[in-house]
């Protein structure tokens, strides 16, 4: 009996040896409490945008050889860096990976030196689950007109998420693009999984091809962890998050996934689009994880306005993403509600985004309110 005891011992450290030499069990932990505020402690405040070049309708166009638009970038990059921004939010695509692997990374690699040149990192979102359901590479389409994000487009597809088999190709995704800038300082955040299991949006214009909700959100459950799991073992030096977006369930806890989210979250982001008290709310429910805390997506006018909430988020130290930059092709300069019909093309209120595409703000005030915030933290 000891004699086999001592065998089967030898035979799992011979396993566990093989493991470790072949990387898969050298996945790191998830960050303990003082490991992220370490790391808060040596950034920047980290304030900018969600980062779509006005040339670009969806992530797709942003990346493809045929439409990588670096003058768009430089120039874009630099709005940001004269309102005094650190960081900005970009969304990138699994489809991107499965096209051209090695010219993605390149082009991703150039859109980091271009924001670099500004003084500006990035934080990387890896899937999101909003708008249509059915990305297609190639040329995208043409923005609807005056409709709020008429292309943006869903990664991974529902046809893949329905499909297990179909679900290698992420793994080799996510392990490629963590892997290749694990330890890149110019890129300050992983945010794995933008709004995991949110509704298709827009549904209307492809019938058929929402996905139910239960079904959406079962899978995710079982997929996200697998996401954070890969890129852990990627060895990324950099924090994991993604966000929860909805409001908390009646009994006043979180829904399921962002639940699972914030578990597996090295620093905790969500969103809010709330007015200032509905903000702060925001703010305590996340701040009782004790851990460093981004906003990642605010700022829908009316309700969420740069002032006062951006003042709020350097009060209570968070870092912070608005929705939109230079009103472009996605065009969510346009509210949801608006009749496109009746809808002028400059509305005298925009829902999101804060410069025309020659650099002018939407209004002189919120650029003014901004650089009163950033810039003499940047000196």
Known sequence: MGLETTLAQTLMLRILLLLLFTGIVQARERWAAEQAWAWHKTQPWLVGANFMPSSAINQLEMFQADTFDEATLDREFGYAEELGFTSMRVFLHDLLWVQDSKGFLKRLDRTLQIAAKHRIGLMLVLFDSCWHPLPKLGPQPAPAPRVH??????????????????????EAYVRGVVSRFKDDRRVQVWDLWNEPANRDGQQ??????????????????????QVFLWARESNAAQPLTSAPWREPMPDGSLHPVEKLQVELSDVVSFH????????????????????????????????????????????????????????????????LRWDPATTPDDPPLWLNDLLHPDGTPHRQAEADYIRSLTLPRRK
């Open 149 to 170: 994000n008429s292309g943006w487009v869903q990664s991974p597809s529902v046809e893949v998420l329905r499909d297990p088999s179909a679900h290698p190709h992420l």
């Open 204 to 225: 209307h214009r492809r019938p058929g091809t929402e996905m139910d909700p239960r079904e959406k959100e079962r899978v995710i459950m079982a997929l996200l962890p």
């Open 272 to 335: 809010s689009y709330h007015k200032p008290a509905g903000f702060l709310k925001c703010v305590e429910r996340f701040r009782a994880f004790h851990r460093p805390m981004l906003c990642t997506e605010y700022m829908a006018r009316p309700n969420s306005t740069f002032d006062p909430i951006l003042g709020l988020m350097k009060q209570e130290g968070l870092g912070g993403y608005c929705w939109g930059f230079v009103a472009g092709k996605i065009q969510t300069q346009f509210s």
